[in-house]
Nanobody, 125 residues
Framework: QVQLVESGGGLVQAGASLRLSCAASGRTFSPYAMGWFRQAPGKEREFVAAITWSGGSTWYADSVKGRFTISRDNAKNTVYLQMNSVKPEETAVYYC??????????????????WGQGTQVTVSS
């Protein structure tokens, strides 16, 4: 089993930058892909970004393209989400997730096998 732990959330002002981290632990860690999702109260958990573990291919939600960057450090079993120019409407709990098997669909929450506990990001206006 894989355990994922997010960190780096907090309270920031609109327009600020924030970097989230997700560290994985377990006997082995070799997922096909990792992703970031966010969920605001009363809302569905929505896709933010994804990256394949071996090749580093990336996908982004249209709403964050050009502002957010997903990256990974394979040696540290860690995935990051660099968030720039954050907006108040992006206030949410941010979750990282991992998928074991190859998939062409990484933008849905149903594609992932493991989830972290989430880290709160609050953006004030």
């Amino acid at each position: 089993q894989v355990q994922l732990v997010e960190s780096g959330g907090g309270l920031v002002q609109a327009g600020a930058s924030l970097r989230l981290s997700c560290a994985a632990s377990g006997r082995t860690f070799s997922p096909y892909a990792m992703g970031w999702f966010r969920q605001a109260p009363g809302k569905e958990r929505e896709f933010v970004a994804a990256i394949t573990w071996s090749g580093g291919s990336t996908w982004y939600a249209d709403s964050v393209k050009g502002r957010f960057t997903i990256s990974r450090d394979n040696a540290k079993n860690t995935v990051y989400l660099q968030m720039n120019s954050v907006k108040p409407e992006e206030t949410a709990v941010y979750y990282c997730a991992a998928r074991d098997d190859p998939s062409w669909r990484l933008q849905t929450k149903y594609a992932y096998d493991y989830w972290g506990q989430g880290t709160q990001v609050t953006v004030s206006s």
